[in-house]
């Protein structure tokens, strides 16, 4: 599973690990939608198939108003702490963590992530939530591979169905 992030929006696509004459992911097996003007599969419909026909899209939109504080809750082992409240039920989100930096922010490497005693799935600095309910506060737990403490920053993103 790879993951891209493009401006506000976040999706999600099975990495086939084929590559075309330029050295890039090959495409050619994402639909492309007709009504598009892109004409390079970027403009695939949301509920669009890859190549085989048996894996959707997904695509994921930013979630801007909701509040977080973000700490370091056990430094000998990088473990973070994050405390979301969002002001709406999320069926399905996803919580993408960066490393803060001067110029640019640089992906974080999650090594694990647990909610509730319950571990969730990590996907690159993604970390799957699932639901969010509106004035309910969700406690995650994190630890980021690094040799120091760093400030951290998150995106969260929610499943446009």
Known sequence: MQTETLGDSYYEYED?????????SD?????????????????????????????????????????KRIFISNTDMNEYTIKLTVNQN???CRLQVF???????IDADII?????????????????????YKGFPKVIKFTVDSDYQCNLEVKLYANKK
Not at 16 to 22: A, H, I, Q, R, S
Not at 99 to 105: L, Y
Not at 112 to 130: P, R
């Open 90 to 92: 999320i069926d399905d």
């Open 112 to 132: 694990s992530a647990y909610s509730d005693s319950k571990k969730l799935k990590i996907m690159q600095n993604v970390i799957c939530i699932g639901k969010l």
């Open 27 to 67: 495409t050619k097996g994402i639909p492309h939608n007709e009504t598009s003007k892109e004409k390079n599969g970027t403009g695939a419909p949301a509920k669009g198939k890859d190549g085989d026909g048996s894996r959707p899209i997904i695509k994921y939109a930013s979630v801007n108003n909701f509040k």
């Open 99 to 105: 490393i803060s930096g001067e110029t640019s922010n």
């Open 16 to 24: 086939t690990g084929v590559l075309d004459e330029n050295g890039d």
